[in-house]
């Protein structure tokens, strides 16, 4: 649910250099500050409606003073006396702000943050979780200004959540709003360490090449949330030449991903219990809580059975419990995804942690046998987040398959893409020969297509594929990652990735969003778990 925050008006352009104005106020007091110095202004009673408004406040006599030094010495370039006068009076009047003001160079009126929740203590404070590792919506912060660039790099607009003297940020876009002359620059908020105290103050801003065009002070607080599980995305083998069991033969060691945004790790206190009795019971659990690593026994007998079987692979359900020094507990259930048979289409990387179904679909797509097997020419785990780096590695090796994930739960899904052309470090555009989806047994090998396999049903893969024509199916360059679409309908630069998918690519019902690729439209290469490029074998 959005909230709208009452927060300081800046008007700020060119002049949040040297010299800057800025003017807030409510019902019962105005304040302005000029070049430094701030002016304070107490209403004496009830505010009227009218041109009379200016004379119901101590001090009024300085209020004309204050406007005419304020643009006289700061702002003269970007907006008049007049509209200072109706801005003030508006804020007062709590009503919607002037529209001359609009016409300013960087104006920011309003501050929205989804997944908060209104502390009743004070009318405008709002209590939001502390990091996104939580089971309540991102919290997702939005300054609606005129004068921000429209589709800059996301690396140009920044949001920074200030702590303390601690600073995080997080990558901001900027996007049009439903009036033309305005625009909406939305950012995750970062997540936020606590200090000390479990519940906490903030200035949360937003800079523009690196200079601060907005800020909320304290409107904003944040509390303690309880801890986070991620889900078990790795499929374990524990039958066959590639059995991941330890030398008993029904051992097996699991990595788990936890944690809390208050506690380090060796303060949280972790339980299990086996959903499944008949394969684990729930006293073979054993923790390293250093490594998060746990060692699961399977019963033998029940064990020996499942390794009769022909590409068997079955789903163990287990519930852990995490409870935190605050006494927040988070109870979650995971599932141990096990086979009898080779988890992968390559030794290195991260196609293990995808099903075999979703990886049959997706080599069968490529025009390739559901046991063919990649080749891996370019993983973060294995280099730094960068395109000359990949370009290096997987240029002229022919169609390439792109799997991704980040490392938060805002992405409850694998993505990846098909390029049937390759790479190349010359930057262009490039067009394939046919367009459209594909209904198997016919493959799409001749063409280029995305894919999404949701954590809640990891055998089934959605597909996004041209359909404007054959024109901008990809584009190359040697300072950007692999890149599909004429509107960067999926993109990633060194700093940052994001998704306008729609442009050229789409699915079926043509209904896909700019969430759709990675549950948020632009994400930092810090927030990246996975990203592998493969190459196909050579005919």
């Given at each position: ?303 020996d059975t499942f390794n009769q079987k022909t590409d068997a692979m079955e789903s163990i359900p287990f519930t852990i419990t995490i409870t935190d020094s605050h006494g ?99 930057c262009g555009y490039r067009h394939g020969s046919v367009y459209g989806d594909v209904t198997p047994p016919a493959t799409g090998a001749d063409r280029g297509w995305m ?89």
């Amino acid at each position: 649910m959005a909230h709208k925050i009452a927060m300081a008006v800046a008007l700020v352009a060119a002049c949040a250099q040297a010299q800057q104005g800025a003017i807030h106020g409510d019902t019962n007091q105005i304040v302005m500050n000029i070049a430094g110095a701030k002016l304070s202004l107490q209403t004496d009673n009830a505010v009227p409606d009218d041109d009379s408004w200016k004379e119901h406040y101590v001090a009024k006599g300085k209020i004309e003073e204050t406007v005419e030094a304020l643009v006289d010495e700061n702002l003269e370039p970007y907006t008049t006396k007049d509209t200072l006068y109706e801005t003030l009076q508006s804020m007062v009047l709590k009503r919607e702000l002037p529209t001359s003001m609009w016409e300013s160079s960087v104006y920011t009126s309003a501050l929205l943050v989804d997944g908060c929740m209104t502390n009743t203590t004070g009318e405008y404070t709002l209590w939001c979780p502390s990091g996104q590792y939580n089971d309540k919506a991102p919290v997702v912060a939005h300054f609606f200004a005129t004068g921000l660039v429209l589709f800059a790099d996301p690396s140009f607009y920044v949001c920074v959540l200030k702590i303390g003297d601690s600073e995080t940020y997080s990558p901001a876009t900027v996007e049009p709003t439903t009036d033309p002359s305005k625009t909406v620059a939305s950012c995750p908020m970062p997540d936020a360490y606590h200090p000390e105290d479990a519940l906490f103050e903030s200035t949360l801003s937003l800079r523009e090449g690196g200079v601060a065009v907005a800020a909320v002070g304290n409107e904003v607080s944040f509390f303690n949330s309880k801890p986070y599980v991620l889900p078990i995305t790795k499929q374990y083998v524990v039958g066959g030449p590639q059995s991941e069991l330890d030398s008993s033969g029904i051992t097996l060691s699991v990595q788990l991903e936890y944690g809390d945004a208050f506690d380090d790790n060796k303060y949280l206190t972790v339980k299990f219990a086996s959903l499944n009795s008949d394969a684990i019971a729930s006293n073979k659990f054993k923790l390293d809580g250093e490594t998060q690593i746990v060692r699961v026994t399977f019963k033998r007998q029940w064990l020996d059975t499942f390794n009769q079987k022909t590409d068997a692979m079955e789903s163990i359900p287990f519930t852990i419990t995490i409870t935190d020094s605050h006494g927040e507990v988070a109870v979650v259930e995971l599932g141990l995804m096990i086979s009898n048979y080779s988890p992968d289409w390559a030794d290195e990387g991260n196609s293990d942690r995808i099903s075999y179904k979703a990886r049959a679909s997706i080599l069968q797509r490529a025009g390739l046998q559901s046991d063919t097997r990649l080749a891996l020419c370019y993983s973060l785990e294995a280099s730094s987040f960068d395109a000359t780096i990949m370009h290096k590695n997987c240029d002229s090796k022919g169609a390439l398959l792109l799997l991704m994930r980040t490392k938060q739960d805002v992405m409850t899904h694998y993505f990846g893409g098909f390029n049937h052309m390759g790479e190349t470090s010359t930057c262009g555009y490039r067009h394939g020969s046919v367009y459209g989806d594909v209904t198997p047994p016919a493959t799409g090998a001749d063409r280029g297509w995305m894919f999404k396999i949701e954590d809640a049903t990891p055998d089934e893969v959605e597909y996004v594929f041209q359909h404007k024509g054959t024109s901008y199916s990809y584009y190359s360059c040697n300072n950007r990652l692999m890149s599909w679409g004429g509107g960067m309908d999926f993109t990633c630069t060194t700093s940052s990735c994001y998704c306008n998918i729609g442009y050229y690519y789409s699915n079926t019902a043509d209904d896909v969003e700019n969430t759709w690729c990675m549950g948020v439209y632009s994400i930092a290469p810090t927030e990246l778990q996975t990203y592998d490029v493969y190459y196909l074998p050579k005919e």
